[in-house]
Each structure stands twice: as structure tokens, then as C-alpha cells.
């Protein structure tokens, strides 16, 4: 029986992958079933994937969208999918804070959750680690840093392990001189060497905040303290995570950037399928690394700050750097102010 999937933001790059994922599994032993999916306002992506995939069903969550027989919508679009299709997992793509909301929905439900919403976990995660305990669902993380953690936790072993590693990219200004940086413009943040991403999330890398949201997200769903959870950068993006055993050894998560192998490999979990995703050519492998400095990259280092303050703060920090983001976006405020704004929100004490 194929295993029957719900991909909420199906029209952002982690949606988009994630249909690809269930395109492939078509030549595997256990297919997987696309049983709905959901958008923002693309009406025009519905109609796309519905020629593809005609039994999903569809929900637009944007107010003001025409609709048609069969689909849903409104603000509760989501939940009422998930009662509809009743799947055995969702994958949650949907960008930003609204993401908390369907991630509760699907754990509520004893679904499992393949998760790519980091901000789900920056926010809410105890509720969330609550509603799956509670109801007997997973949470399996898909960001490639995450997803690559988990794998080498699962493999190696927790206990054995000492410290966890994370790697960045460093964006597209790593090497831009720091004087320069207050007058790039969004078109130029958007511009990520490695990764094909949504704007906002783009801009996240650019300035580390998305960094920062998953050095928080590692420590909530690790268990790991702060301390113990290093990020380097590693302009390649070929290794994504690594974890320090308590010997001193280091093993490393590898594979060509390609979204769609932690995508897959979550939508299989606990089974492991052959994929042609992520394979690297050794003979063209260059590795790199340094260490982020705080001048270039100070959201990264004020995201430790958060976590050491609380909950509240890792909130705030969130919410500022959205706000922050969109008025950059829009042109309202230069680049480094990005880092300014959420700074004095957090001086601002959330203890």
C-alpha cells in the first residue's frame, strides 16, 4: 500500500523537491501517493498539479482566490485537508511563522512530519515535542543540515557523541568588503552561490539569520547545549553537518547540495531507498573552511544570545528578523540594519 503524502507549501522550492521525490518514487518497490497538497494564492500551480496528480486534493489558504468544486479554503484550509486526506506523513514547506501553525495541526493528528519549517521549532518546539509524545507522531527534520545530523546521531550513536557541527555557506557576501555592505540591495542578497531558495529565506542566508534559526533549531531538537553546537563555514556545501565523537574522531555528513535527498530520505524514514540524489564526483571535490566572523555575520552570533536568554528571546529574535527582512525587501531599510533591528529587540530583555 503506497504510502500517502500531504505537501503544505507545494509551490516554494522544499514543495517543489518534495513532488520531484514523489515523480521518482514511482520506479521504486513502495511509490509514494501525492493525497493532497496545499498553496498560497497560485491558483495557476493547483491547476499544473492537478494535471499531474488528479486525485490530490487541494487547499488555498490565501483569502481572495477563486475557487473550485472540490478544492478548500479558508483559515482553516489546512487542518481541514489534513482531516480530509488523513496521510501518513506531511511535509511542511511553508515559509516563515505561519508554518507553527500547520506543523500543530499535524501533530495533533498523530501524523508524522517531515519538517523544513525551521521557525516551527524556534517557536514552539516543546509544544510541538509534546503534541508528537502525546500522539505517537515523529518529527523527521529536512533541512540538509538537520536531516544530515540526524542521520549521523542515528548512525553513530547520541551517547557517544560530543559536539555537533553545522556548516554554512557564508552567502552570497562572503567575501564582499564589510564597508560595502550597507549598499547591496535585495536583488543582490537574493543571489545564493549554492542554493535555489524563496526570497526571504535567501536573505536569511545572506545575513546568517538562517543560520542562526538552525543553530537554535539543533539545539531544541538535538538536546545539545549551545556551547556544544559549532557552525563553520564551508563555501561548497558538500559536507552539511558533522558531530566530534568523544574519542576525537569526526565523521561527516556528504552529498552534492540537492534538497531532495533529506526530502526523501524523510518521506521513507525508517526504510532507506536507492535515490540518485546528492551524488558527489570525488574526482572535482574541493573542500573548504573557515570560521564566520561576528562583523560580517552578527546575526549568526546574536542567535546565541537568544538562546541563552530563552524561549521568549529565540521568539523575538524570529519575529524581528521577519519584520526586518520584508522592510528590507521593500527598500525601506539597508542591509546591516537587518542586524541593528533585531539586536535592540533582544536588548530590549526577554527573560
Given at each position: 500500500m503506497a504510502r500517502r503524502i500531504v505537501v503544505l507549501g507545494a509551490t516554494g522550492s522544499i514543495g517543489k523537491q518534495s513532488l520531484d521525490c514523489i515523480r521518482y518514487s514511482t520506479c521504486l518497490e513502495q511509490p509514494l501517493e501525492l493525497a493532497g497538497f496545499s498553496v498560497h494564492?497560485?491558483?495557476?500551480?493547483?491547476?499544473?498539479?492537478?494535471?499531474?496528480?488528479?486525485?490530490?486534493?487541494?487547499?488555498?489558504?490565501?483569502?481572495?482566490?477563486?475557487?473550485?468544486?472540490?478544492?478548500?479554503?479558508?483559515p482553516d484550509a489546512i487542518e481541514?485537508?489534513?482531516?480530509?486526506?488523513?496521510?501518513?506523513?506531511?511535509?511542511?514547506?511553508?515559509?516563515?511563522?505561519?508554518?507553527?501553525?500547520?506543523?500543530?495541526?499535524?501533530?495533533?493528528?498523530?501524523?508524522?512530519?517531515?519538517?523544513?519549517?525551521?521557525?516551527?521549532?524556534?517557536?514552539?518546539?516543546?509544544?510541538?515535542r509534546s503534541l508528537a509524545d502525546r500522539h505517537g507522531a515523529s518529527i523527521l527534520p529536512v533541512d540538509s543540515e538537520h536531516a544530515a545530523l540526524f542521520q549521523l546521531i542515528t548512525r553513530v550513536g547520541a551517547a557517544d557523541i560530543e559536539d555537533l557541527i553545522?556548516?554554512?555557506?557564508?552567502?552570497?557576501?562572503?567575501?564582499?568588503?564589510?564597508?560595502?555592505?550597507?549598499?547591496?540591495?535585495?536583488?543582490?542578497?537574493?543571489?545564493?552561490?549554492?542554493?535555489?531558495?524563496?526570497?526571504?529565506?535567501?536573505?536569511?542566508s545572506a545575513t546568517m539569520a538562517n543560520k542562526g534559526l538552525e543553530l537554535i533549531e539543533?539545539?531544541?531538537?538535538?538536546?545539545?547545549?549551545?556551547?556544544?553546537?559549532?557552525?563553520?563555514?564551508h563555501?561548497?556545501?558538500?559536507?552539511?553537518?558533522?558531530?566530534?565523537?568523544?574519542?576525537?574522531?569526526?565523521?561527516?555528513?556528504?552529498?552534492?547540495?540537492?534538497?531532495?535527498?533529506?526530502?526523501?530520505?524523510a518521506l521513507?524514514?525508517?526504510?532507506?531507498?536507492?535515490?540518485?540524489?546528492?551524488?558527489?564526483?570525488?574526482?572535482?571535490?574541493?573542500?573548504?573552511?573557515?570560521l564566520p566572523e561576528p562583523a560580517r555575520y552578527p546575526m549568526l552570533f546574536l542567535a546565541r544570545e537568544a538562546i541563552q536568554a530563552g524561549d521568549a528571546a529565540c521568539i523575538a529574535y524570529n519575529a524581528s528578523n521577519e519584520i526586518a527582512v520584508a522592510a528590507f525587501d521593500q527598500g525601506r531599510i539597508p542591509f546591516p540594519a537587518i542586524a541593528a533591528t533585531v539586536s535592540n529587540v533582544l536588548e530590549e530583555g526577554w527573560d
Open positions: 494564492t497560485s491558483v495557476a500551480a493547483v491547476a499544473s498539479i492537478l494535471h499531474e496528480w488528479p486525485e490530490a486534493i487541494p487547499a488555498v489558504t490565501g483569502a481572495g482566490s477563486p475557487m473550485h468544486k472540490g478544492w478548500i479554503a479558508g481541514r485537508l489534513l482531516d480530509v486526506t488523513m496521510p501518513d506523513m506531511v511535509v511542511n514547506g511553508i515559509a516563515g511563522a505561519e508554518g507553527l501553525r500547520a506543523s500543530i495541526a499535524v501533530l495533533a493528528r498523530g501524523i508524522h512530519l517531515a519538517l523544513a519549517n525551521k521557525e516551527s521549532v524556534v517557536m514552539g518546539h516543546a509544544l510541538l553545522i556548516t554554512a555557506s557564508g552567502g552570497p557576501f562572503r567575501t564582499l568588503p564589510l564597508e560595502q555592505l550597507a549598499n547591496v540591495t535585495p536583488e543582490d542578497a537574493i543571489r545564493h552561490p549554492t542554493w535555489r531558495m524563496g526570497r526571504k529565506i535567501s536573505i536569511d539543533a539545539v531544541k531538537l538535538f538536546g545539545m547545549p549551545e556551547q556544544r553546537v559549532r557552525v563553520v563555514i563555501p561548497q556545501s558538500h559536507i552539511h553537518a558533522m558531530v566530534q565523537a568523544r574519542d576525537g574522531a569526526m565523521y561527516a555528513h556528504l552529498s552534492a547540495p540537492d534538497m531532495r535527498l533529506p526530502i526523501l530520505d521513507y524514514w525508517p526504510e532507506t531507498v536507492s535515490s540518485p540524489y546528492g551524488r558527489i564526483d570525488f574526482s572535482s571535490l574541493v573542500l573548504e573552511f573557515s
